[in-house]
């Protein structure tokens, strides 16, 4: 399996026989260099966006398009992007699974808020979400943007996941001290990426806290387009 961070939240997830990607904002991420685009998009099955705000759905629409690839999240925003701008989407909710290929992809709750930008002021997209992702003998928590929640513990009850991808850059989510307190108290991580920072002065830096906090868990600081191997 490869994870590969594509700045902010996105990523770009190799598991089994699927190219997902989660949540990818590409034009105008300052941190992810547009001219190595194709190495984030090429080859592409699925795009799981978790919520509308446009730092993690802005190129969803583009890339599904591109690469002839379904865009996956929740009912409300797939149904709209499908009768508005004629996407290919496949739209479920909190609690289904679908099975993509020899991957299983649940989408889980989130706690955080969810709308696009219109020319008429905010446009309500449905709620935020996360996902567990399992394959290849390995189950990811890609927790979306998110506060701490007590669903956190029924997501390790009846997933288990091994591999944690947790947004911890404070302010608009949990931030380090917040996503470390998540780790130990409702999760047995194997592997844990933090996200959802260093993107703008505003948001945490370093993943120090992270890693201070949870010393047998292997805390990975994810670097743009470097693959981690799981």
């Known amino acids: 399996m490869k994870i590969i961070w ?14 997902l990607l989660l949540d990818p904002w590409l034009t105008g991420n300052p941190m992810f260099p547009e001219t190595r685009r194709s190495e984030a998009t090429d080859g592409v099955t699925h795009v799981l966006v978790s919520h509308g705000h446009g730092d993690h759905s802005a190129d969803a629409l ?32 909190k609690g289904g699974t679908l099975r993509l290929g020899e991957v299983a992809v649940t989408m889980v709750n989130a706690v955080h808020s969810s709308s696009l930008e219109s020319a008429s002021g905010p446009v309500y997209t449905g709620g935020e979400a996360g996902y567990i ?9 890609f927790s979306g943007d998110t506060d701490v929640m007590a669903d956190m513990k029924i997501f390790h009850d009846l997933h288990a996941p091994d591999i944690g991808i947790l947004a911890a850059g404070g302010h608009f989510t949990m931030d380090m001290k917040r996503a470390a307190y998540a780790a130990k108290t409702f999760f047995d991580f194997r592997t844990l ?3 959802h920072y260093r993107t703008f002065p505003i948001l945490e830096q370093s993943a120090e806290a992270l890693k201070d906090a949870l010393p047998e868990v292997e805390v990975i600081e994810p670097q743009v387009l470097e693959p981690i191997m799981i």
């Open 6 to 19: 594509l700045g902010h939240s996105g990523f770009r997830i190799e598991i089994a026989d699927q190219i």
């Open 62 to 93: 583009a890339i599904s398009e591109a690469a002839g690839a379904p865009i996956v999240g929740i009912y409300d925003l797939m149904s709209w992007w499908e009768a508005t701008r004629g996407a290919r989407v496949i739209g479920f909710n």
């Open 133 to 141: 992702i399992a394959g290849e003998g390995h189950v990811i928590y």
């Open 193 to 195: 990426i933090p996200c």
